[in-house]
């Protein structure tokens, strides 16, 4: 079983920046494809990024250009680096493990899931 612990949610101004991170507890986390999901109330959860083992990346449409996904395997630990950030991004966000899986949208893929991270953007 994978323990991941999300961190670097909060409150920012429109077209302000933030970091999310997310920490993996797990011996071979190079084996795992890593993706970040977002979720506000009232609506299903979205993608958002996903980056496997080599670093290739996958972005959702509304996040392309201003959203970079990045990964550290000596750290264990995956990030989100979100610039010009809109109210319409604020959510709880995600990150998720697939063991030996491909870069992917889809959140059927993911084994297991963070707790989540509030990041609010205010206007």
């Known amino acids: 079983q994978v323990q991941l612990v999300e961190s670097g949610g909060g409150l920012v101004q429109a077209g302000g920046s933030l970091r999310l991170s997310c920490a993996a507890s797990t011996r071979t986390f190079i084996s795992y494809t890593m993706g970040w999901f977002r979720q506000s109330p009232g609506k299903e959860r979205d993608f958002v990024a996903s980056?496997?083992?080599?670093?290739?990346?996958y972005y959702g449409n509304s996040v392309k250009g201003r959203f970079t996904v990045s990964r550290d395997n000596g750290k264990n630990t995956v990030y989100l680096q979100m610039n010009n950030l809109r109210p319409e991004d604020t959510a709880v966000y995600y990150c998720?493990?697939?063991?030996?899986?491909?870069?992917?949208?889809?959140?059927?893929?993911?084994?297991?899931w963070g707790q989540g991270t509030q990041v609010t953007v205010s206007s």
């Open positions: 980056i496997n083992y080599k670093s290739d990346t």
């Open positions: 998720a493990s697939n063991l030996l899986g491909s870069i992917s949208a889809g959140d059927r893929e993911y084994d297991y």
